[in-house]
């Protein structure tokens, strides 16, 4: 049949004609099409194609060694929340000496209010025994902010008062540091005041605020960082370790005790 066909073609269009011996050889030379499709690859694409293949091995290499990196190049231990999700600084001598407080920022504004190790108040013999938040004209415990829109957010200043925190010898005033909203207050200082001897930096935090960013540009150049601190002080200011600061679904800061690290 494929042999009349040819012929046929050659009668109408002219073509040369094959012959029978010809035609068999064509069909029987390579019967693998695979094969076949592999004898027409140009030299310079199998040269490419074997460059492709000996790059394989490095790349693999290189993904090797970015996820089980060298032990020698980690860290004697990995960072906690505060260190991973917030940037320190702290405000000496605010408004008094030794009235040092810290700033915790989060990336979305949002900044954490404490006392600073380095505060008077912890120099007291017994430490801090109370804390009241009804302050100036509101009692801070008592604002409760709700919804996306943080309705019932009071405006503050930086030197307004948050809240007192009391000692054996008498009282200290613990202010906002910087303008914005006051969002929460630490209500377990109210009945766990002990929080502030133990963990200051951590569960004992005074407040949570949300200043605008105007005013927190303005504010940050005041601001002196972990390290300048320790200077300052000539002493570790913080041993960031087990506890760490998260945001919440409500798009807040809730303090979470976290497994040890040690």
Not at 149 to 160: C, I, L, M, V, Y
Not at 162 to 178: A, P, S
Request: glycine share 6%; aromatic share 8%.
């Amino acid at each position: 049949m494929i042999i009349v066909g040819f012929r046929f073609l050659h009668h109408i269009h002219k073509w040369p004609l094959i012959s029978d011996s010809n035609l068999v050889q064509m069909t029987t030379l390579n019967p693998d099409p695979a094969a076949n499709q592999e004898s027409q690859v140009p030299a310079v694409v199998k040269d490419n194609l074997v460059a492709i293949d000996g790059e394989g091995d490095d790349g693999e290499k290189e993904l090797h060694e970015l996820l089980l990196p060298n032990v020698n190049d980690l860290p004697l231990s990995p960072p906690s929340a505060i260190e991973f999700n917030f940037v320190t600084y702290f405000a000496p001598d605010f408004m008094k000496p030794e009235h040092d407080q810290y700033i915790y920022r989060h990336a979305n504004g949002l900044c954490v209010i404490g006392l600073a190790s380095g505060h008077v108040a912890f120099k007291d013999e017994g430490g801090i025994t109370s804390v009241d938040f009804n302050v100036g004209k509101s009692n801070r415990s008592e604002i409760k902010v709700t919804g996306k829109r943080k309705r019932n957010a009071q405006h503050f200043e930086s030197n307004t008062a948050l809240c007192k925190v009391c000692t054996n010898n008498g009282f200290y005033i613990v202010r906002c540091c910087i303008k914005g909203s006051l969002l929460e207050v630490n209500e377990r200082l109210i009945k766990q005041p002990e929080l502030l001897n133990s963990s200051a930096d951590r569960e004992g935090y005074i407040a949570i605020l949300m200043p605008k960013p105007t005013d927190w540009i303005k504010a940050k150049d005041s601001f002196i960082t972990l390290e300048e601190y320790k200077k300052l002080r000539q002493f570790v200011a913080f041993q960031f370790c087990d506890v760490g600061i998260i945001l919440s679904t409500r798009s807040r800061l809730d303090l979470l005790t976290l497994s040890k690290h040690k």
